[in-house]
């Protein structure tokens, strides 16, 4: 994706990459790490794992009801389980057993979502998730993850690893720019702030990170200055952080999902609740996308850098409404 | 075969059955006649010296593990874990009141001894496979027991479940359907044919055992036979009536989900004897 390139941010892997690179590392360190298939781990990058420990990889097929319940079944014997597929199929097609067999009994199972977005391109809507933050937010005690680069993607598969509890964390297909050039701090539940300012807030999780950077660098031309927040944890969401962002008087919230269930509704929540302002929203809205390249699909459906400075200006006009 | 005191076992049957009753018509709801069916399985399993379980010990690494896919008939489960001595045997009587550890259906959290939080048919088999998995990384020899209902058997979850258990070869899991014929709304025939249910478990690689499920000498029997087969899971079919044991219930499958009222309770208990 081209999204950054133009303040210089470079091409980085795909967030699916540094997740089945991370999690090779976490079965080094932790033996009861056990992974789970659904026959798709040349694509989730668990192939990485199948080789280096093929006696705790189970490929279940193309089943992820059942990929689900083994995995409450293993994490109830004390496993670990990473389970991982499409984040469509993972949440769409197994969402009661992630219900019955995960969420309600509070068990430690890590749902990893690749291909998460309309970014895939070509292969199109049956394969893109756009649902996928809004059902794992329905979960009671998940946490959800949505890292924006591969060193985001690393830190936060091994912070899901050694935290208590289900996960969701959803990859993408594309390689993706390095938002975090020199590295990071992450911690599951806190957001990151990547740039001060005092007029807007721009607060983004996934790809739309890179392109909430582009958008402060764009509105810093015009004179405005936008705080950035990458919020990769969805839930449990950072209240504070949002609150601090709600003293620029206007926040933009940005992803690459519906409008609906998403980053946008969590913070409006917090901010409705604790620090009312005026809200824009940048996101897939309420439909499905087609097939074609990740660029074009961005460009079509609103997803860039200049809908976010459109947004901004948008909420910072109505700051005099509240 | 173990020895075991047949009389003694049916004795613990007809007690089973009589919590099950007491206990349901106390809540004014559940599910008594698919409780019924399943009697003579639990008792096999928690009595007749089939599980290897540890009452003062629920969480204990080693045990045997049963798994009720069909959540519904949770009442047997609950009048078994009592009398094995999980919990009170009092606690049966607030049967699905607000803080109580016996739900509606299983709560894996609320209660001991509950192996898997379940209700939602068709995902008991693949919680067990887990169980079933696990054992085989830890080293460990302990065996897993999943009961399904024959309606449950409609779900496509439990099929893919059966082929990836034939598949990794865990010889440790034993499935045991709970073939009583009737589902919600009618006849597992009428509403969906789920026959020939032993064929279609042998299709899948199973190795298939079929009995008369309240035959406590075959149900015995049945386990003893699983647990030679090492290399392939097993499947009993129990051929059962569901309401069993009381007359009422084995008439009319419209009863699946409802308790007996008071009247029709005491005359069930004097049936059971």
Redesign the interface.
């Known amino acids: 994706m081209n999204i950054g390139r133009r303040i210089g941010l470079t091409l980085g892997k795909a967030t699916r990459d540094a997740f089945g690179e991370a999690l090779v590392e976490l079965g080094k360190e932790n033996p009861n790490i056990v992974v789970l298939d659904g026959d798709l781990n040349n694509s989730t990058k668990t192939d990485l794992f199948a080789k280096a420990f093929p006696e705790r990889f189970f490929n279940v097929g193309i089943a992820e009801s059942n990929l689900v319940g083994v995995a409450g079944g293993l994490a109830s014997c004390g496993k670990v389980p990473f389970i991982a597929s499409f984040a469509c199929f993972m949440m769409c097609n197994a969402f009661d057993q992630l219900r019955m067999s995960v969420a309600f009994p509070g068990l430690n199972v890590k749902v990893v979502g690749s291909h998460g977005g309309i970014s895939i391109g070509e292969d199109g809507p049956s394969q893109m998730s756009v649902e996928d933050v809004a059902l794992a937010c329905a979960l009671p005690g998940f946490a959800v993850l949505v890292p924006a680069d591969q060193e985001a993607a690393a830190a936060l598969v091994k912070a899901a690893a050694v935290h208590r509890g289900p996960v969701y964390i959803r990859v993408g297909r594309p390689k993706v720019p390095i938002v975090y050039q020199n590295g990071g701090e992450f911690t599951l539940g806190r957001a990151n702030c990547l740039r001060e300012g005092r007029d807007v807030a721009l607060i983004a999780n996934g790809l739309m990170v890179a392109a909430a950077l582009e958008a402060s660098h764009l509105l810093h031309q015009e004179g405005i200055e936008a705080l950035v927040l990458d919020m990769h944890t969805v839930k449990p969401l950072d209240e504070e952080a949002v609150v601090r962002a709600a003293q620029t008087g206007a926040i933009v919230t940005a992803e690459e999902h519906l409008i609906w269930g998403g980053l946008g509704s969590a913070v409006a929540r917090a901010v409705a609740s604790r620090c009312p302002v005026p809200m824009e929203f940048v996101s897939l809205g309420d439909t499905y996308a087609e097939s074609g390249k990740p660029e074009e699909l961005f460009e079509k459906y609103g997803l860039t850098a200049e809908a976010i400075v459109r947004a901004a200006k948008h909420a910072i006009a109505r700051k005099k409404d509240v | 075969m173990k020895e075991i005191n047949l009389e003694e076992l049916q004795t613990k049957a007809r007690i089973l059955r009589r919590h099950i009753i007491t206990m349901t018509t106390k809540a004014g709801s559940g599910h008594p006649s698919s409780a019924l069916s399943m009697v003579e399985i639990v008792t096999a399993l928690y009595f007749g010296g089939v599980l290897r379980h540890d009452p003062s010990n629920p969480t204990w ?1 080693d045990r045997d593990r049963f798994i009720l896919s069909k959540g519904h008939g949770c009442p047997a489960l609950y009048a078994a874990l009592a009398e094995a001595g999980y919990f009170p045997i009092e606690w049966l009587s607030r049967l699905r009141q607000l803080g109580s550890p016996l739900e509606g259906h299983p ?3 609320a209660l001991p001894g509950v ?6 048919l ?14 085989r ?2 080293g460990k020899g302990y065996r897993v027991y999943a009961l399904l209902g024959d309606g449950e058997c409609d779900q ?2 439990v099929w ?2 059966a ?2 258990a034939a ?2 070869q865990v010889g440790n899991l034993t499935a045991i359907v709970d073939h009583n014929k009737y589902q919600q709304t009618g006849s597992v025939e009428t509403v969906m044919d789920v026959r020939p249910l032993i064929e279609k478990w042998r299709a899948f690689h199973w190795h298939g055992i079929e009995i008369d499920g309240h035959d406590l000498r075959e149900v015995l029997k049945a386990f003893d036979e699983a647990n030679t087969i090492n290399d392939q899971p097993s499947v009993i079919v129990a051929h059962t009536v569901k309401g069993k044991g009381v007359t009422p219930l084995e008439k009319d499958y419209t009863w699946h989900g409802k308790a007996l009222p008071p009247d029709l309770a005491e005359a069930a208990l004097k049936e059971i004897g």
């Open positions: 690494p709560n894996m959290r192996e898997a939080s379940t209700g939602s068709g995902q008991g088999l693949s919680i067990a496979l887990g169980h079933a998995l696990a054992a990384l830890d496509g979850q893919e479940a082929m990836a598949h990794f």
